[in-house]
């Protein structure tokens, strides 16, 4: 019983384009949402979160946006960079309180 | 501020055999987290510590892994005997009181390797 998806694999993007990763949760009682980037032999890193409130949340070159109805999360990364080519997870806090990933987008920028 | 850290970086055993991973939490962090993650997947959680006391060890094989926390800091998991399907990175994280709204903050992880 997946709760967070991710159905995108992969992704490749060109220096200097938009990002944008999607993630789609089951359960609607579900109201705080993060992600987190993860680089070969590293753990994950905390990027950005939002609460089930909120509709946008933005830092810098990432936000992220929170559609209820539809269950989906997405980040956007402008302007997309080299550096920014990681593995990106979603992830949900559950009614129990403990973080449920989805699977990751590997995301590949190219120069 | 020091990190999470965690030993040892790799590990290759045989099935059957046993093997010890140790974990310590960024300091004054109360709740500890091991998670698993299979290649390809995200991390799946095995066991939550709030200081020495376990939160949520569902999802814990527990006819083969244990952990523990002794002191409320260090933790040690152990998968003993080990099969094929354990092989994995092993993830250890923690955060401030594990209230929820709290982001985590992982070590680099074990790569387990079992032959």
């Known amino acids: 019983d997946q709760q967070v998806k991710q159905n995108s694999p992969s992704l490749s993007v060109q220096e200097g384009r938009i990002s944008i990763l999607n993630c789609d949760y089951t359960?609607?009682?579900?109201?705080?949402f993060l992600w987190y980037k993860k680089y070969p032999a590293e753990g994950p890193t905390f990027l950005i979160s939002i609460s089930s409130i909120k509709d946008k949340n933005e830092d810098g070159r990432f936000t992220v946006f929170l559609n209820k109805s539809a269950k989906h999360l997405s980040l956007h990364i402008v302007p997309s960079q080299p550096g920014d080519s990681a593995v990106y997870f979603c992830?949900?806090?559950?009614?129990?309180?403990?973080?449920?990933f989805g699977p990751g987008t590997r995301l590949s920028v190219l120069p | 501020e020091a990190g999470v850290a965690q030993s040892p970086r790799y590990k290759i055993i045989e099935k059957r055999q046993s093997v010890a991973f140790w974990c310590n939490p960024i300091s004054g962090h109360a709740t500890l987290y091991w998670y698993q993650q299979i290649l390809g997947q995200g991390p799946k959680l095995l066991i939550q510590?709030?200081?020495?006391?376990?939160?949520?060890d569902s999802q814990l094989p527990k006819d083969r892994f244990s952990a523990e926390r002794l002191k409320g800091v260090d933790s040690t998991l152990k998968i003993q005997p080990a099969k094929l399907e354990d092989s994995a990175v092993y993830l250890c994280a923690s955060s401030h009181d594990g209230q929820g709204r709290e982001k985590l903050f992982f070590g680099s992880g074990t790569q387990l390797s079992v032959l």
């Open positions: 359960n609607s009682m579900f109201d705080y």
């Open positions: 992830a949900v806090i559950n009614y129990g309180q403990n973080f449920v």
């Open positions: 510590f709030q200081n020495n006391g376990v939160v949520d």
